[in-house]
C-alpha cells in the first residue's frame, strides 16, 4: 500500500515532516500519526497545540488530544494542565488502560504515573503576556460564564507558498493527522488547546471520539478543525465515516457534514469548520466552510501545501 500522511492547517507541515519521517522507514501509521502531533505540540510558534498555546480564562492551559486506530483502539485525554505531549497520554490511555477517556488531574496523575514529567511552565513568557493584554482588555470576560471569546475565523496566516508564516500567531486550531502505512493500516490523532480563553473545564470535540477524529478500519477516517461546539452537536467525523461505509465518496462525505453545519445552526461570521476525509484505500477529500483552511498532504511522490476542494460558505 502507498502510504500518506493529511495534517490540517499550514501548521500541518510540521506534523507531516515527523510523520513521515517514521512512514519512510516502515513505520506504522500509530507512530506516525503520534510523532506528527507531538511535534506540532513541542512547537513554541503554534499557539493552538501543546507547548505555549493559548490558555484557559483562569490563564492556566488545558490541553485535549484523542489518537484512534479503530473502534476498540482509541485513547483520549482532556483538560491535561502539566504535560505538553498530551497525544502520547492518549496513546497510553489507549494501550494501557481499559478505559477510553482520561480528564483533568486523573489524566495527568496518569501520566506521571507512567513516567511523563510534568512541566514546571507550560505557558511561557511570550503566552503569558499575551493573556496578560487579554485579560485587561477583556475585563468582562473573567466572571460571566457567558461570556464568549470570539476571535474571527482563519487565524492561520500563510506565506505565498502556503506555508505557515514564522509566528502562528493566532490562537486556535487543533493538529488532526490522519495516515496510512505501507501495510494498509489508518491511524489518526489530534491534539489542541481547544477554544481560546474558554471556560475553565471546558472540552471540545478534539479529545471526544467520533467528534473530532474518527477511524474505521473496515472503511476511513476523518478528523474535524475548527468551532468545536459545532461538531459536538452532530457527531462530524463519525458521520463522515459512516457516510463513506454507506458508499459515500470521501469529498461528498465531507461536504455533506458541513451542509450539516449550515443546516442546523445560526452560523456566525467567525464560525470555521474543516474537514478531512480519507477511505481505506487512501482516497482522500478535504472541505471547509469558508476559505483559509489548507492541509499538508505528504505520499512518496507529493508533499505539499493543498487547499480544500470545497469551501462551503465561499
Ligand atoms: N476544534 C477545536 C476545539 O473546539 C479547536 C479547533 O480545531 O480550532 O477545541
Same mark, same amino acid.
Given at each position: 500500500?502507498?502510504p500518506i500522511v493529511l495534517s490540517?492547517?499550514?501548521?500541518g507541515s510540521i506534523a507531516n515532516n515527523a510523520a513521515w519521517s517514521v512512514l519512510r522507514e516502515q513505520g506504522?501509521s500509530?507512530d506516525a500519526v503520534?510523532a506528527g502531533?507531538?511535534a506540532?505540540?513541542?512547537?513554541?510558534?503554534?499557539?493552538?497545540?501543546?507547548?505555549?498555546?493559548?490558555?484557559?480564562?483562569?490563564?492556566?492551559?488545558?490541553?485535549?488530544?484523542?489518537?484512534?486506530?479503530?473502534?476498540? /483502539?482509541?485513547?483520549?485525554?482532556?483538560?491535561?494542565?502539566?504535560?505538553?505531549?498530551?497525544?502520547?497520554?492518549?496513546?497510553?490511555?489507549?494501550?494501557?488502560?481499559?478505559?477510553?477517556?482520561?480528564?483533568?488531574?486523573?489524566?495527568?496523575?496518569?501520566?506521571?504515573? @507512567?513516567?511523563?514529567?510534568?512541566?514546571?511552565?507550560?505557558?511561557?513568557?511570550?503566552?503569558?503576556?499575551?493573556?496578560?493584554?487579554?485579560?485587561?482588555?477583556?475585563?468582562?470576560?473573567?466572571?460571566?460564564?457567558?461570556?464568549?471569546?470570539?476571535?474571527?475565523?482563519?487565524?492561520?496566516?500563510?506565506?505565498?507558498?502556503?506555508?505557515?508564516?514564522?509566528?502562528?500567531?493566532?490562537?486556535?486550531?487543533?493538529?488532526?493527522v490522519?495516515a496510512i502505512d505501507h501495510?494498509?493500516?489508518?491511524?489518526?490523532?489530534?491534539?489542541?488547546?481547544?477554544?481560546?480563553?474558554?471556560?475553565?473545564?471546558?472540552?471540545?470535540?478534539?479529545?471526544?471520539?467520533?467528534?473530532?477524529?474518527?477511524?474505521?478500519?473496515?472503511?476511513?477516517?476523518?478528523?474535524?478543525?475548527?468551532?468545536?461546539?459545532?461538531?459536538?452537536?452532530?457527531?462530524?467525523?463519525?458521520?463522515?465515516?459512516?457516510?463513506?461505509?454507506?458508499?459515500?465518496?470521501?469529498?461528498?462525505?465531507?461536504?455533506?457534514?458541513? /451542509? /450539516?453545519?449550515?443546516?442546523?445552526?445560526?452560523?456566525?461570521? @467567525?464560525? @470555521?469548520?474543516?474537514?478531512?476525509?480519507?477511505?481505506?484505500?487512501?482516497?482522500?477529500?478535504?472541505?471547509?466552510?469558508?476559505?483559509?483552511?489548507?492541509?499538508a498532504v505528504t505520499t512518496p511522490d507529493r508533499n505539499e @501545501?493543498?487547499?480544500?476542494?470545497?469551501?462551503?460558505?465561499?
Amino acid at each position: 500500500m502507498t502510504p500518506i500522511v493529511l495534517s490540517t492547517w499550514s501548521f500541518g507541515s510540521i506534523a507531516n515532516n515527523a510523520a513521515w519521517s517514521v512512514l519512510r522507514e516502515q513505520g506504522s501509521s500509530l507512530d506516525a500519526v503520534e510523532a506528527g502531533a507531538r511535534a506540532v505540540e513541542a512547537d513554541p510558534t503554534v499557539n493552538s497545540v501543546g507547548y505555549a498555546s493559548t490558555p484557559d480564562r483562569s490563564g492556566r492551559l488545558s490541553l485535549d488530544a484523542s489518537i484512534m486506530q479503530s473502534p476498540s /483502539q482509541c485513547g483520549a485525554v482532556a483538560a491535561v494542565r502539566r504535560h505538553v505531549h498530551v497525544i502520547s497520554i492518549a496513546r497510553m490511555v489507549m494501550e494501557r488502560t481499559p478505559h477510553v477517556m482520561l480528564a483533568g488531574e486523573g489524566a495527568d496523575a496518569f501520566a506521571e504515573s @507512567q513516567g511523563m514529567t510534568p512541566v514546571a511552565d507550560m505557558l511561557g513568557d511570550d503566552m503569558r503576556r499575551k493573556y496578560e493584554a487579554w485579560r485587561t482588555a477583556h475585563p468582562e470576560a473573567i466572571n460571566d460564564p457567558g461570556y464568549a471569546y470570539r476571535p474571527k475565523a482563519n487565524r492561520e496566516e500563510r506565506t505565498p507558498g502556503g506555508r505557515a508564516a514564522a509566528v502562528h500567531d493566532q490562537p486556535d486550531d487543533t493538529v488532526g493527522v490522519l495516515a496510512i502505512d505501507h501495510r494498509g493500516v489508518m491511524a489518526g490523532a489530534c491534539s489542541t488547546s481547544g477554544w481560546p480563553y474558554k471556560l475553565p473545564g471546558r472540552v471540545g470535540d478534539s479529545p471526544t471520539i467520533g467528534h473530532g477524529l474518527y477511524v474505521h478500519p473496515k472503511v476511513g477516517a476523518a478528523v474535524a478543525t475548527g468551532s468545536g461546539e459545532l461538531v459536538m452537536g452532530l457527531c462530524s467525523t463519525f458521520h463522515a465515516v459512516d457516510l463513506m461505509r454507506r458508499g459515500a465518496s470521501p469529498a461528498d462525505a465531507a461536504i455533506e457534514v458541513l /451542509q /450539516q453545519m449550515v443546516d442546523n445552526y445560526d452560523l456566525k461570521p @467567525q464560525h @470555521q469548520l474543516a474537514v478531512i476525509t480519507l477511505t481505506k484505500t487512501g482516497e482522500w477529500s478535504t472541505a471547509c466552510l469558508r476559505p483559509g483552511f489548507s492541509v499538508a498532504v505528504t505520499t512518496p511522490d507529493r508533499n505539499e @501545501q493543498t487547499d480544500p476542494t470545497t469551501v462551503l460558505l465561499a
